[in-house]
Every structure is written in structure tokens, then in C-alpha cells.
């Protein structure tokens, strides 16, 4: 469980898209694809989504989009979004992977995190064994599928159908991030001091 389940919401929203590694109207790179109980794949530039048998059934279409930067930065290279039709469209979860530097791939400070846009903030994958990379050098976590059912946490009904997530930089305090760029460490990942939550 991720400690700020209890704390944060994430936004609620769905933006329908279609085709496959295609630039939209914003600019954005996105790819959509059904995916059903066989499983199946999604690549977009550096990231690549995994989904294994019965991840999604019955079958839905899955959209992977990209943004090379967005206004919660504090992310090391793109975010990816997931956006799906419904809270509850997976059954199990999918494997992100996204390919980045040997040095950060490599260094134990960086893992993929997830964004909660209504605190405007990043959290590391909570998860102490993520899956083994498929592509080297990248970096792999499992997109737990309570971050649409119970983006809030038990018993709140609130879902979404979208999430961000990003390579994060990991850290304890203030001093573990970036000097000069503003940064600092909230939630157990550097942040942006400008996006809302520095005092």
C-alpha cells in the first residue's frame, strides 16, 4: 500500500483518443490499443506497457500517452499517462517500463513514481521487488491497479481513469535533490518547490 492512499486524490478524468503513435491536436504522443484477457503490449518512444493473461477482461481499449513535461515537474525525462475506460479495467497489474540513462537506470535513487494531481505531488512505487526489466538500461514497476479503484483509499468511492507516472528521484530530505533547481523532498521524491508545496 502506498502511505499516501489515505491522503490524496487523483484527478478524474478521461480523454478519448485513438490511433497509434500519433500526434494530437495538443501536440502530445499517444498510442491506443485493446487489450483483452490474452494480454498484450503497448510501446510509446521509451515506454512500454505490459499486460499479462487475464490483465484485462473482458477486452477494453487502453490509451498510453506521453507529455515531455507537465506543470507537477520534479520527473527525470517524460510523464506517461494510462487512461483507461473504466476505474476498474484491469484485474491485475500491468508492467511499466521506461527506457532511461544507464546512470540513472543503474542508481538505486531512481524508481518510477506516480503523480496525485490534487496535491500536486510525486510518490515512488511503494513496491520493494519491482518486476525485472525486460530492456536494459531501463526502469520497471507494476502499475497497481488501486490507483484507479481507490485512488483515496478505503472506503472511498472516488475513482479515476487516468495516471501520470514518471522516473522520480528518491530522497529523505531536501539535501538528496537536485541543488539550484528549486527542488525539494516531499512525499519521498524531489518535487518542484514552485508547484504549490513548499512553506
Known amino acids: 500500500m502506498w502511505p499516501w492512499l489515505g491522503t490524496a486524490v487523483l484527478a478524474v478524468a478521461f480523454a478519448a483518443s485513438c490511433g497509434t503513435g500519433i500526434r494530437d491536436g495538443q501536440g502530445d504522443l499517444y498510442a491506443t490499443k485493446t487489450i483483452g484477457p490474452e494480454g498484450g503490449q503497448i510501446v510509446l518512444r521509451e515506454a512500454t506497457l505490459d499486460f499479462g493473461l487475464n490483465c484485462v477482461d473482458p477486452p477494453a481499449p487502453v490509451t498510453l500517452r506521453r507529455f515531455d513535461s507537465i506543470a507537477q515537474t520534479g520527473a527525470v525525462g517524460p510523464v506517461f499517462q494510462i487512461q483507461v475506460p473504466l476505474p476498474g479495467t484491469f484485474n491485475n497489474d500491468p508492467i511499466i517500463t521506461i527506457s532511461t540513462l544507464d546512470t540513472v537506470a543503474s542508481d538505486s535513487r531512481y524508481t518510477i513514481g506516480f503523480l496525485v494531481p490534487a496535491i500536486r505531488q510525486w510518490f515512488p512505487n511503494t513496491n520493494t521487488n519491482p ?34 507516472l514518471a522516473i522520480v528521484q528518491q530522497c529523505v530530505a531536501n539535501s538528496d535533490c537536485p541543488t539550484g533547481q528549486n527542488m525539494v523532498c516531499s512525499g519521498n521524491a524531489c518535487q518542484l518547490c514552485s508547484s504549490g508545496f513548499c512553506n
Open 131 to 164: 518486476p525485472p526489466c525486460a530492456a536494459s538500461p531501463a526502469l520497471c514497476a507494476d502499475v497497481q491497479i488501486q490507483s484507479f479503484t481507490q485512488p483515496k483509499g478505503p472506503p472511498d468511492p472516488l475513482k479515476t481513469t487516468t495516471l501520470d
